[in-house]
């Protein structure tokens, strides 16, 4: 007997239907299954159903979207499947946990044919084409298992990401406002001790302390802040293929800068527009797309020119910490209040030259600030080795999905193994 089978002989697919009401709170309320809510991100919306309606019990089943996330795959939870979702129930010749991973194993594939001029949508004809490999429940056990074994590790790893970035943010928070005393305390909050602080135009800061616009913090380059290069200056057909990079939003990533370069200048444009040239440790900040993201320039840049999306900033750096400066303008809430300066309908457009320029910044002795960039610098390393191994979880993953679930690796021998 075959050990492939197609999918439409051993599922059965009921689409959701839509509630009665919406925010219903009486008797019979049910909770309406989305993708936030199904990630965890959001509480469920309590609805009330129709006798037609499609339920799923906790655990029993698997849910299809369509819409945004047309082709995804959702463990259920108990409650009323929405209209935009379909519930999907094996029958008995898989076991429910290998299922689930042969769902997300053909989620790729799905989410490349979804069609629909409006909602985006798979179609069922599709999903119950396809062949997939289906070993006894035996074996089936022993590969969920396997595979449940590095999504716990996933999971947790991801929790500790999310725990680190948390303790990062409230250090920063911590730092620029309380500083590092003479013994490498943190000093205590002014409610505490006020003989400490003074009052600034950015509230209670440490007496050592001042606070300084940014325009006070800039390097002594020509210019210490641009933008552009804008117009006639550098044509779409002056681009070249190889070169020296133009670079733009797509490198700049919160706290990352990312060398995917795909645009460049010849060295003779780049001498003509030497002015918008990028330093290392120069402050990047998007002005399209995703405004008011941040991240310094590496050191290993080389000779590279910044675009008309973004703000390029030069600072003293005798003066002032370019990674503190960074971080401010990604999480510091008195940066973000100074950007929304600039929002337009609720949406920031743009970032003005005089709203970076008459921003204001904590500004600690220099040498405080080295050793604050010490504990943010140790965080920051603890956070980027979960990533990679977090990284490594997903990789070894997505190979052992390859092999375990299309049959070109058995777990036979595991079986024999541990038989009696």
């Known amino acids: 007997m075959s050990e492939f089978v197609t999918l439409g002989d051993h599922i059965s697919v009921q689409k959701g239907k839509a509630p009665l009401a919406n925010g219903y ?30 339920r799923a019990v906790d655990g029993d089943t698997i849910l299809l979207w369509d819409g945004s996330n047309a082709g995804e795959f959702f463990r259920a939870k ?16 898989f076991c429910a946990a290998y299922f689930l991973h042969v769902a997300k194993y053909i989620e790729s594939y799905l989410k490349s044919q979804t069609n629909g001029t409006g909602i985006p949508h798979v179609d069922r004809d599709l999903l119950e084409a396809i062949r997939t490999f289906c070993p006894n429940s035996t074996e089936q056990r022993v590969i969920a298992a396997i595979l449940d074994t590095l999504d716990t590790a996933i999971h947790k790893t991801e929790a500790i990401i999310a725990k680190l970035k948390a303790v990062k943010q409230g250090l920063l928070h911590d730092l620029l406002t309380r500083g590092i005393d003479a013994n490498g305390e943190l000093r205590p909050p002014q409610a505490e001790a006020p003989y400490l602080y003074k009052q600034s135009p950015l509230g209670w800061i440490p007496k050592e302390w001042d606070s300084k616009q940014l325009a006070e913090l800039l390097g002594d380059i020509d210019p210490a802040m641009r933008s552009g290069p804008f117009g006639s200056a550098l044509l779409k057909q002056e681009l070249v293929e190889a070169g020296l990079p133009l ?20 060295p003779k444009k780049f001498a003509q527009l030497v002015r918008y040239a990028v330093r290392p440790d120069d402050l990047m900040i998007t002005i399209m797309g995703t405004v008011g993201r941040c991240c310094l320039v590496p050191e290993d840049i080389g000779q590279a020119l910044s675009s008309k999306h973004t703000w390029t900033i030069s600072l003293n750096q005798n003066t002032y910490s370019p990674y503190l400066a960074m971080l401010q303008v990604n999480y510091s809430p008195w940066v973000l209040r100074r950007f929304a300066c600039d929002q337009q309908g609720g949406t920031m457009a743009a970032i003005r030259s005089e709203t970076l320029r008459s921003m204001r910044l904590p500004a600690p002795p220099r040498e405080e600030q080295r050793l604050m960039e010490e504990r943010l610098h140790e965080v920051s390393k603890r956070i980027d080795l979960e990533v990679d ?26 079986l024999e193994a541990t038989a009696p």
């Open 25 to 54: 709170a009486g008797k019979g309320a049910e909770p309406y299954l989305n993708p936030e809510y199904l990630r965890g991100r959001a509480h469920a919306e309590l609805v009330k159903a129709g006798p037609d309606a499609v």
């Open 78 to 93: 108990a409650g009323l499947v929405a209209s935009t979702m379909a519930k999907i129930s094996p029958s008995k010749v």
């Open 247 to 266: 670079l733009g939003i797509d490198n700049v990533h919160t706290e990352r800068f990312v060398a995917d370069y795909t645009r460049f200048v010849t």
């Open 389 to 414: 191994s977090l990284a490594k979880h997903h990789a070894e993953k997505s190979g052992l999905m390859d092999d375990l679930l299309t049959g070109r690796v058995r777990v036979t021998p595991l």
